[in-house]
């Protein structure tokens, strides 16, 4: 069992790769066509990898902040905004000015015209305040580029979060956390069906007030807590037994798998149990699940995820042209084959990405800590 100065010293989790790899097959699986609709209709498995992707996100950088404060005294602002901006922007502005060209060359309709209008919000990272996913006149809901919500949600988080943790007394940091969650989950309760698509001014508002992550601050919540010793013994009864990964693993799997309707409860519990499936993994690393949970390949393209993230809608849209032209309807088979061959496709181009790219401006910030 992991010991409290063991905890603190470990810089790499090893179980949290392959949960990552989960969560963006979950998300290439919802926006590959049909195939999720047809065998799971009631299932929201991208927004569950969503989920997961913020309550990883922010456990681990409260984490590294909090020993950077606990080694150096402080937090360098300064170097987390730019090492922030080295793993973020430059894939993500590479893929929208990609984005930009495409659409420009091929949507010559009201789509194309959307995306343009919606540009300015791409570029700002505020889209998940003004860009909705409004239904079109065939009933389908097509928005280009919707995806990149997730990455604002996150930098609008982490443009004030390092700096309460710096100035604020921690109790006071907390409360903050705190807040935000019961505004967003107050906020999603009572307004949970009129914040998707907002249509006035104070539905606008509402869905600006609930942009903070429920899931992020969860994972925020687990990092600080775990970091406390008496806090860490404490959970370390609770979660701490070898067993309990696997077991929160099974409840997270049945919340996600729930045939309900998907609700803001649904959200706030399946918050919980993943924070509660992290906090089981990095308190006790060899637990029963890390045999399949440090598999390299899981681990491998947990690696990749956001290069995966940010490319696999090009990858969906190429699977189906590919498919269409030779020939295959949108039949069960046919949608198994485009998502595994999206998977596959997203998978190379993230390799690729990350090994010829990204690693460029990863290698610049090693200079920042």
């Not at 080295?86 to 959307?114: K, Q, W």
Request: aromatic share 16%; glycine share 4%.
């Amino acid at each position: 069992m992991t010991s409290y100065d063991s905890y603190l010293s470990n810089r790499y989790f090893g179980s949290l790769d392959a949960l990552r790899c989960f969560a963006i097959i979950g998300v290439i699986w919802q926006h590959s066509p049909a195939v999720s609709h047809d065998l799971m209709p009631f299932a929201n498995i991208g927004a569950s990898g969503v989920s997961l992707f913020f309550t990883i996100s922010g456990f681990l950088i409260t984490t590294l902040l909090l020993r950077e404060e606990t080694k150096t005294g402080t937090i360098n602002l300064k170097n987390f905004y730019i090492r922030r901006v080295l793993r973020i922007f430059p894939l993500y502005y590479l893929v929208l000015f990609i984005y930009t060209v495409l659409v420009f060359s091929l949507e010559h309709n009201a789509v194309g015209s959307g995306f343009f209008n919606n540009l300015q919000y791409y570029l700002t990272y505020t889209s998940n305040w003004f860009v909705d996913l409004a239904v079109n006149e065939d009933g389908h809901r097509r928005v280009i580029f919707i995806f990149a919500w997730t990455l604002a949600t996150e930098e609008q988080f982490y443009l004030f979060w390092p700096i309460a943790m710096k100035f604020l007394q921690r109790r006071k940091a907390i409360a903050i956390i705190l807040i935000l969650m019961l505004a967003d989950l107050s906020l999603e309760f009572t307004y949970f069906g009129t914040l998707q698509t907002p249509n006035t001014f104070f539905e606008r508002i509402l869905r600006i007030a609930t942009s903070p992550s429920t899931e992020i601050c969860c994972g925020v919540l687990l990092a600080l807590a775990l970091h406390s010793k008496n806090v860490f013994l404490l959970l370390r009864k609770v979660f701490g037994r070898s067993e309990s990964a696997p077991l929160l693993a099974i409840m997270a799997i049945t919340v996600v798998m729930w045939p309900g309707n998907i609700s803001a409860a649904w959200y706030a519990v399946q918050s919980i149990i993943f924070c509660f499936l992290l906090a089981a993994c990095v308190i006790r690393e060899d637990h029963s699940l890390s045999w399949l949970l440090k598999l390299p390949l899981l681990q491998r393209i947990g690696m990749i995820s956001y290069g995966m993230y940010m490319l696999h809608m090009l990858a969906v849209n190429i699977s189906r042209k590919a498919v269409n032209s030779i020939g295959l309807q949108f039949n069960l088979n046919s949608s198994w084959i485009i998502f595994l061959f999206a998977l596959l496709l997203t998978i190379f181009m993230a390799l690729i990405s990350y090994r010829y790219y990204e690693s460029l401006f990863l290698k610049l910030k090693e200079n920042f800590k």
